[in-house]
C-alpha cells in the first residue's frame, strides 16, 4: 500500500519542507491542522487551552526501541484530537474515504506517527488521545514542549508522545 500521490500544492510544499527542515517552519507552539479538511486552521497555544480540557492518567514513558523507562509523567490536561479533528471538518470526497483515513502527527523537527480514522472514532483509542496543553497541574510552554500529543491508551507510550507537535496532516490512502 503507498500513500495517495501528492499533488503540487502549497500545503504539500509546506509539508514536505518540515520533513526536510523541521525548525524553519511555524511560529514555536503553534498546531496546524491541514490536508483532507474542510476548514484547515492553525493554532496557537492559547487557542488550544480555551478548549475544554480533558485530564488523562499518570503513566510510564518507555522507549519501545530499546525498552528504556525514560520517565513517569504527571496527569497531562488538553483537548482530545478527535474534538479539533470535528471542529476542522474530514473530507470525505468519495465513498469510504474515513475507512482509508489516516493522520500524520508531527513534531517540530519532523519525527511523526500515524493514527487510522478507524482507531481514533472507532475504538476507545480515540477517548484518550490528547494534544496536551498542561501537565501536572503546571501549564506547559512551546520551550517545554507543548503541545504534547500523546496516546493514553498505548501499551509503550513513548513513540506516541511526540513532543512539539506542529501539524495534523488528514491523508485518504489508496492502493
Ligand atoms: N518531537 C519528537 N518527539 C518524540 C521523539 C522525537 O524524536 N521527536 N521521539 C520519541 C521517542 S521514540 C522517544 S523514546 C521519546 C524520547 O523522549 P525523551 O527525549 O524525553 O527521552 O520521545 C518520543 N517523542
Ligand atoms: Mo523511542
Redesign the pocket.
Given at each position: 500500500m503507498d500513500i495517495a500521490p501528492p499533488t503540487a500544492t502549497a500545503e504539500n510544499t509546506a509539508l514536505a519542507d518540515l520533513a526536510r527542515n523541521p525548525a524553519s517552519t511555524q511560529a514555536a507552539g503553534t498546531l496546524r491542522l491541514a490536508g483532507s479538511l474542510l476548514r484547515p486552521a492553525t493554532l496557537t497555544l492559547d487557542a488550544l487551552r480555551r478548549y475544554p480540557g480533558t485530564l488523562g492518567a499518570p503513566f510510564d514513558?518507555r522507549?519501545?526501541?530499546t525498552g528504556r523507562f525514560?520517565r513517569t509523567v504527571p496527569p497531562y490536561r488538553g483537548v482530545r484530537l478527535t474534538a479539533l479533528l470535528e471542529e476542522a471538518g474530514l473530507r470525505c470526497d468519495e465513498p469510504g474515504d474515513f475507512k482509508r483515513m489516516v493522520f500524520f502527527a508531527v513534531?517540530?523537527?519532523g519525527?511523526f506517527v500515524t493514527f487510522s480514522w478507524h482507531e481514533l472514532f472507532n475504538t476507545p483509542v480515540g477517548e484518550q488521545v490528547l494534544v496536551a496543553y498542561e501537565c501536572g497541574g503546571a501549564p506547559l510552554d512551546a520551550e517545554t514542549g507543548a503541545p504534547v500529543l500523546y496516546s493514553g491508551t498505548d501499551l509503550v507510550p513513548?513513540?506516541r508522545?511526540?513532543?512539539?507537535l506542529v501539524r495534523i496532516e488528514a491523508r485518504v490512502l489508496a492502493l
Open positions: 514513558l522507549c519501545y526501541t525514560i513534531g517540530h523537527d519525527y513513548a513513540p508522545h511526540v513532543k512539539r
